[in-house]
């Protein structure tokens, strides 16, 4: 019987967290996994500049009032970041992959995704698997919005009182939902040619019953 199947969560972990740091100390391991992590950070980070920048010019909060300028701002860099950043997450995602099974690597595999459409169009279609999953996480966050809108007696008396009982459920949810964004990516990005619906077919058959361990 294989011993990795039949070992306990904290002995899986241990084990995982042995195997990354030998992986981090190969090589040159580690400053390509730096130089990448930074790569992102600044892409994110400009997005958010080129936003700030719009709303200077234009001064949204004047043309559409604050709640809806927050709003529009925050939407418009999630899907700038979407369409152009989170490619390069997965990048980062898969080069660390690389670098576990021993493969050479470099920063430009961090740009894989951008090669062609088709690796582009893959990309997104991840993403958005990644973001179902994630949905009830999402509900949380899009509820801090409501708050800008407690003039509105309704949203005030009713609405931020029902989302403060609701909120802990969605949360419950969410974590259960999204410990297979993880097997499911690694599934997806190890396997280019792998549909998109098998891997998390077998995301889902490895996290059965498992999942709270997986978040954890």
Not at 41 to 54: C, E, G, L, P, R
Not at 161 to 180: A, H, I, N
Not at 186 to 209: W, Y
Request: aromatic share 12%.
């Amino acid at each position: 019987m294989n011993p990795i199947v039949t070992e306990a969560p904290k002995q899986a972990r241990d084990r995982s967290l042995a195997k990354a740091r030998a992986v981090l100390n190969e090589g040159n391991h580690r400053l390509v996994l730096i130089v990448g992590i930074l790569t992102c950070i600044v892409a994110t980070v400009a997005v958010a500049m080129i936003v700030s920048a719009f709303d200077v010019a234009f001064d949204f909060v004047s043309l559409m009032g604050e709640p809806m300028a927050v709003i529009c701002m925050s939407l418009s860099q999630s899907v700038l970041c979407f369409f152009l950043v989170y490619p390069l997450y997965l990048g980062l995602f898969r080069m660390a992959l690389g670098m576990s099974r021993g493969e050479p690597v470099d920063v430009a595999q961090l740009f894989g995704f951008y090669s062609s459409f088709r690796m582009l169009w893959r990309a997104w279609r991840i993403q958005l698997r990644i973001l179902w999953k994630s949905f009830p996480l999402l509900l949380i966050s899009a509820s801090s919005y409501v708050s800008l809108f407690s003039e509105i007696e309704l949203i005030a008396t009713v609405v931020l009182p029902v989302l403060g009982l609701v909120e802990p459920l969605l949360l419950f949810w969410g974590l259960y939902s999204s410990s297979r964004i993880f097997p499911f990516a690694m599934l997806a990005l190890k396997e280019p040619a792998l549909p998109l619906r098998e891997a998390m077919k077998r995301a889902k058959t490895a996290t059965r019953g498992r999942a709270f361990a997986v978040c954890a």
